[in-house]
Each structure stands twice: as structure tokens, then as C-alpha cells.
């Protein structure tokens, strides 16, 4: 599975699911034809639930446009729930088990749907991801996007695990020749999404396919002309959608630009302890964003241990900004704990700055110069190592 991890609600989503939420959410989308055809406040899911292996009593519900997991009973193998969004399409992702439990990420516990604004009916045969959906035609393009998906997520998961075997054994030449290929094979598939993009206007995925093509493309700055072309095709509602402000979010902004002062912020520490940004000022940091339940972002703390190790005497440090929610502090004291993370921790309690840092998927991270500039951004693992070795090897 691809590793980054898309931020709907809380918790976030797998990226790997098709990464896919969006934030992780925020990743979005929008339609017109279906769109004009079925612009209400209402959308029914009838759902049925044949020769599932396990009891299910509940099913949970992260979607955009709802800022909080939702839940309704299973009665006879049945249910029913009314989406609490206006967001068209929709991006859902839907759970038997709570969402609170790392184990619910599973392919067999959860399953991914785009729902365009109709009422639909969904039937889960001998597995809860086995699943059958009429009524949505967003769903259907999704499902053809995903098979575009399909063969470069393989791919790309094979690459990373040869990478990560080379990693340990010290080959620098060939993790760096593996880094190269996972970056092409990345913009091939960003590639394909912009291809459908643009000969599918009327798609109701289309808009959701121009926000994967910014969520995988390895060089951006190659495929925004385009995604900025088709956005500007969008009716005002497709603008104003989750999708849409999304896409007008990454492909416009240059607030957090390279070169660009980095927005200053000030957050409670471990102990509750004010820290702001700019008493980081003249020194090199790596502003790290995570949460304790992101498995991708705890995967790439042995990669941030290293750095530190090997660079805190070269003027660089690391300060990590956590999204988990208030409530799970003591996962998020836990997780630092068994990470072993030295560095400053801070607790984005009301999403403010993960919001001013446009901070839709995580890892996310920005390397900044002594000044406070951003000098870097995006570095996950090899990419962090030739990163840090190209800053410091001037000096």
C-alpha cells in the first residue's frame, strides 16, 4: 500500500485505498450533467450484507463534507443511513469495525466509495469489500479509475519493498536508482488520471481524477498547466465543492512555495508549553507533520532518528506537529514514547495550522533554512537522506 495516509476526518484515511482521502480527504471531486440531474440534500444508502464470515452489528461512515466518523446498526443483515453531506460527489469510505482501531484499515473491514448524490443500494457478498453498487455512476468511473490505479500501485509496492531491502543491507546507489524509478512510475500514473481528466469532462470522477493527478504526480509543476487548464472548465458549484477548493488549493497557492517565508504558528509541547516557530530561527528544521495513528508517518520515523543523529551538529533539528485530536493525547504521548522521537512535539488541537500549511495527506513535511524559508518539502525517506546530504555536504 502506497504510504501516505489522507485526511478526511478523523482518523484519516490509507492513501493506499486510493489515496486516495483526501484527504486523504481532501482530495475532492465535482460533476455536470449528474450533478444538475440530482442537486439535493439527500442521499439514502440501502445496504445488505450476504454470507458475511463475521457478526456485524454496526456500520461506520467517514465521508467529506462530515466532520465526525458516523454509525448505523446492521438489524437482520441490513441497514440503512442518510448521509449528513451536501458534498457532490462524495467521497466515503465505509467500516465494520470502528474507525478508532487501527485493524479496521484492512481491505476486508472497509471499502472505498465516490457517491454522486442519488440514492443508492449496496450488497457485500461473502466479504464486506466484495461489493455491489447501483445506482451511482460516479462509483462506476471510480471503479475504472481504480483499475488504472491497480497495476502501478503493484508496481510501486514491489519497488518499495526492494528498496527498503537495499536500505538495510547500505546499497546507497541502488536505494537512490530505486527512489528514481518509484518517481517516474509515480508520474506515469499521475499521468494517466490527467489523461482521463481531460477526455472525460463530463465525468462525475473527472474532478476527482484532477486531484489524484496532483496527489501522485512526483513532479507537479509538470502537470498543474493542464489541471489548472481543466479546472478552469468547472461550473462555480464544481469549484466551490470539497474537490474543488482543494484543487484551487495546490494547484494555485504559492503561500508555501520554495523560497517562501514559512507561516508562523505557536503550539503547546508535550507539557503543554507554548513553542512557536520562530524560536527555530537560525537553525535548519525539518517541520514534520504526523499522528499516532498514521502507520506511513510512523514508518518514517527511523529515517527522521538517522537524520537527527547524523546532522544535529550540522545546525539541524526536527520539530513534529501531531493532527491527533485532544482526546487522544495519551496515544499520541504513547506513540512518542515507543518512536523513541527526541525531538519537540507539538499538538495541533483545532486544526489550525495543519489547515494554514495545506496539510491534506500525511507524512507531510518542510525543511526550512535558518532564515525560516522553505528550502524543501515532501522528503520521505531516501528523498530526506540525498536531501540532507546535498545541504550539508557545502558546508
Known amino acids: 500500500m502506497p504510504a501516505e495516509l489522507l485526511i478526511i476526518t478523523k482518523p484519516a484515511i490509507p492513501m493506499y485505498l486510493s489515496c486516495y482521502f483526501l484527504t486523504a480527504f481532501l482530495t475532492f471531486c465535482c460533476f455536470t450533467t449528474t450533478l444538475a440531474q440530482n442537486d439535493n440534500d439527500k442521499m439514502v444508502i440501502e445496504g445488505e450484507l450476504r454470507n458475511i464470515p463475521e457478526p456485524v452489528s454496526y456500520i461506520y461512515f467517514i465521508y467529506s463534507g462530515n466532520n465526525n466518523t458516523d454509525s448505523t446498526?446492521?438489524?437482520?443483515?441490513?441497514?440503512?443511513?442518510?448521509?449528513?453531506?451536501?458534498d457532490r460527489p462524495c467521497f466515503m469510505t465505509m467500516f465494520i469495525r470502528s474507525p478508532k482501531n487501527p485493524e479496521s484499515y484492512k481491505d476486508r473491514y472497509m471499502r472505498v466509495?465516490?457517491?454522486?448524490?442519488?440514492?443508492?443500494?449496496?450488497?457485500?457478498?461473502?466479504?464486506?469489500s466484495n461489493i455491489r453498487v447501483q445506482g451511482s455512476e460516479a462509483y462506476n468511473e471510480y471503479v475504472k479509475l481504480e483499475k488504472l490505479r491497480l497495476p502501478y500501485s503493484k508496481e510501486k509496492m514491489l519497488l518499495l519493498a526492494e528498496q527498503k531491502i537495499n536500505k538495510e543491507k547500505g546499497d546507497k546507489e541502488a536505494v537512490n536508482l530505486l527512489d528514481a524509478r518509484i518517481d517516474s512510475l509515480s508520474q506515469r500514473m499521475a499521468e494517466q488520471f490527467l489523461t482521463y481528466a481531460g477526455t472525460n469532462p463530463h465525468s462525475p470522477a473527472m474532478i476527482y481524477a484532477l486531484s489524484q493527478t496532483l496527489s501522485f504526480a512526483a513532479d507537479k509543476e509538470k502537470v498543474e498547466p493542464e489541471v489548472r487548464r481543466l479546472y478552469e472548465t468547472l461550473s462555480e458549484k464544481e469549484k466551490n465543492s470539497t474537490y474543488g477548493k482543494g484543487i484551487k488549493a495546490r494547484a494555485y497557492?504559492?503561500?508555501l512555495a520554495i523560497g517562501k517565508t514559512a507561516p508562523a504558528f505557536e503550539l503547546p509541547d508535550t507539557a503543554n508549553k507554548l513553542v512557536p516557530l520562530e524560536s527555530y530561527k537560525g537553525k535548519y528544521v525539518l517541520l514534520?507533520?504526523?499522528a499516532s495513528w498514521c502507520t506511513p508517518c510512523r514508518a518514517e520515523h527511523p529515517y527522521l532518528l538517522e537524520a537527527l543523529e547524523r546532522y544535529h551538529n550540522k545546525n539541524f533539528t526536527i520539530l513534529s506537529v501531531t493532527i491527533d485530536l485532544p482526546e487522544d493525547r495519551e496515544k499520541w504521548l504513547a506513540a512518542i514514547k515507543k518512536d523513541k522521537l527526541s525531538w519537540t512535539q507539538l499538538m495541533d488541537k483545532d486544526s489550525k495550522i495543519r489547515k494554514k500549511y495545506r496539510v491534506t495527506s500525511i507524512p507531510k513535511n518542510f525543511l526550512l533554512d535558518p532564515q525560516g524559508r522553505i528550502i524543501d518539502k515532501n522528503l520521505?525517506?531516501?528523498k530526506l537522506e540525498k536531501a540532507l546530504e546535498k545541504l550539508f555536504e557545502k558546508k
Open 113 to 128: 466509495l465516490i457517491l454522486d448524490g442519488t440514492n443508492v443500494s449496496i450488497t457485500s457478498i461473502d466479504s464486506f
Open 380 to 382: 520521505r525517506g531516501p
Open 73 to 86: 446498526p446492521v438489524v437482520g443483515n441490513k441497514y440503512t443511513y442518510e448521509l449528513k453531506s451536501t
Open 288 to 290: 514534520d507533520f504526523w
Open 253 to 255: 497557492d504559492e503561500t
